[in-house]
Structure formats: structure tokens, C-alpha cells
């Protein structure tokens, strides 16, 4: 299993940043996928995550915590193996690094994460 992280960078408050994440190594389409980030001397902050495709499904779950609700938007793209995160009206509070994470056959994997600094 490998998930390889890409897209962040330094932006303004109130900017906007896609992240995008690069599976490979499973079914990519039957796995829930979860985007957490870990902000500087900080844990690990669960930010959002969707479910897997369902054959006929019209929607497909997404949650996302409280502190990113209304200016995050999670996807994938099953046919081409990626997961993405639409970050908008980001803030000084979103400046982490954010990781790209599955659990597959019971095992927990992890990309090498990509920073995103938000700054004036």
C-alpha cells in the first residue's frame, strides 16, 4: 500500500488549496479514505473522510470535523485512484501538515503528509 500526498504549499487567509493523494497497492474503490492533519506541537486532528463506492449509490458518505465544515470538501476519483481535498476560506488555525490515511486489512497506512502554512 502506498499514498503519496501532494499539493500543499503556503497561502494567504482566506485562500484556497486542493490536496490531492496518489493510492495505490489495494482496491482503492471499496476503501473508506480519511484525510488528518497534525498542526505544529500538536496531535493528530481527524479533518474529514469518505466512504467507499457503492454499486448504484447516488451519494457517498462524507464527514468532516466541526473546524472544517462548510470550507472543506473531500472526493475521489476511483478510476484513476486518488483522493483529494478542496480547502477553502483557509485560516491561520488550518496551518498542518495533512496526511492521507487507509485501513486496509486491518492495517493503518500513512503517506508522507504535505504542509499547508497559512499566513499573511
Known amino acids: 500500500v502506498q499514498l503519496v500526498e501532494s499539493g500543499g504549499g503556503s497561502v494567504q487567509p482566506g485562500g484556497s488549496l486542493t490536496l490531492s493523494c496518489a493510492a495505490s497497492?489495494?482496491?482503492?474503490?471499496?476503501?473508506?479514505m480519511t484525510w488528518v492533519r497534525q498542526a505544529p506541537g500538536q496531535g493528530l486532528e481527524w479533518v474529514s473522510s469518505?466512504?467507499?463506492?457503492?454499486?448504484?449509490?447516488?451519494?457517498?458518505?462524507?464527514l468532516y470535523a466541526d473546524s472544517v465544515k462548510g470550507r472543506f470538501t473531500i472526493s475521489r476519483d476511483n478510476s484513476k485512484n486518488m483522493l483529494y481535498l478542496q480547502m477553502n476560506s483557509l485560516n491561520v488555525e488550518d496551518t498542518a501538515v495533512y496526511y492521507c490515511?487507509?485501513?486496509?486489512?486491518?492495517?493503518?497506512?500513512w503517506g508522507q503528509g504535505t504542509q499547508v502554512t497559512v499566513s499573511s
Open positions: 490515511n487507509v485501513v486496509y486489512m486491518t492495517t493503518s497506512y
Open positions: 497497492g489495494f482496491t482503492f474503490s471499496t476503501a473508506a
Open positions: 469518505i466512504g467507499s463506492w457503492d454499486a448504484g449509490s447516488i451519494s457517498r458518505t462524507r
